[in-house]
């Protein structure tokens, strides 16, 4: 049988993990993300996101949201292809997949598609541990 962990935990584990990422930042980049997470990435950035204090919502069922950003300016042409936070000091911590709002990406826009000098604004960013 493999090893399986309550959704309680899960959370906890959630909770404790994005107070890490307070007052870090959310890198939207272009492509397809490198094949390991050590690894580092020439993608194009398109946009950044400052990530606040408490960036998210207690985490519920194994998985947390991201609390409403503010919109950011298009740095760069390209199709939002993939997403990693960094913790304030500028450590990775997460890399996950960009989708069109209900199109099941890790975090959703309503257009991935940023055109240059545009404003961009997050639908939807969830955080989710597997069982």
Known sequence: MATRTSETLRSAQLDLATAQLAGGRLLIYDGAPPPDFSDTTSAPMLAAFNLGAAPFAPAAGGSAQLYPLAPVVVQRPGVAGWFRILTSSGEPQHDGTISATGAGGDLE???????????????????????
């Not at 940023?114 to 955080?127: H, I, M, P, Y």
């Open 109 to 131: 826009f309503d257009n991935p598609l940023f055109s240059t000098a545009g404003e961009c604004s997050v639908e939807r960013l969830t955080l989710t541990l597997p069982e």
